[in-house]
């Protein structure tokens, strides 16, 4: 009877990542939450608000762009399963940002709202991309994938027209010239610059050489002669 130890161990491991990645995209939430019950939520509380859930979305975003790379670097086949739960996160804090922008900034003042979008490009950069980001979380659960067939993922791969919107957004809303290089433009293009690693390691050549790679340090890893 083959023992049960490995398949446990699997399953705590399971366990303990999706407790990980559940607890640190709370975190943001309740810490937001503890600084409006402080006070501390800086002399701008609106903007501060919009600011943050903004870049939290932004982040959750690239995360899960970054597990299938994750996995063809480094084998990590369990970061998989949870793709899914990093993009609602991503959604769940955008929808956040979209709803603090039209209340509590604009009092739902839909004249307003029209005006600031039409004459502000960044605001139609993020507007667009919220408005993408809305079919690809209602159809993320497995229901749709068998509704939806290959039409599925075609409608998932609008993620990479997603997030370089979402990072023009806020390299557009900063202070200083994304493109010159000058303002505040260091965290836009950090995010950015990670935006196209992620995408230079899904091009089929590099994640076969990599794939072939971690395949051959494993290999050379078992045949190495034991020390005596």
Do not use: C
């Not at 990542?17 to 006070?39: C, D, K, S, V």
């Not at 739902?108 to 960044?122: D, F, N, R, S």
């Not at 027209?161 to 260091?186: C, M, N, Q, T």
């Amino acid at each position: 009877m083959p023992s049960l130890a490995p398949i446990l161990l699997l399953a705590r491991r399971r366990l303990s990542l999706r407790f990980l990645i559940h607890l640190g995209a709370w975190l943001p939430a309740a810490q937001l939450l503890f600084q409006a019950l402080t006070g501390d939520l800086t002399a701008n509380p609106i903007q501060y608000l919009e600011q943050r859930t903004g870049r939290i979305a932004l982040t959750l975003l690239l995360l899960s762009l970054a597990v299938t790379p994750l996995n063809t670097l480094f084998g990590w086949r369990e970061l998989l399963p949870h793709r899914r739960t990093l993009g609602l996160y991503a959604f769940f804090y955008a929808a956040a940002h979209v709803i603090i922008f039209l209340d509590l900034d604009y009092g739902l003042a839909w004249g307003l709202i029209t005006q600031t979008v039409l004459e502000k490009p960044y605001i139609i950069a993020g507007s667009v991309a919220f408005f993408l980001l809305i079919p690809l979380a209602i159809t993320s659960f497995d229901i749709w994938k068998i509704r939806l067939g290959k039409t599925w993922k075609h409608l998932h791969r609008l993620v990479y027209l997603i997030a370089p919107l979402v990072i023009l957004h806020y390299a557009w809303g900063e202070k200083g010239d994304f493109f010159r290089l000058s303002g505040e433009v260091a965290r836009p293009w950090g995010y950015a610059l990670l935006f196209a690693l992620l995408m230079a390691l899904r091009i089929p050549a590099l994640r076969r050489f990599f794939t072939s790679f971690r395949t051959r340090v494993r290999l050379s890893g078992l045949l190495r002669p034991p020390i005596p």
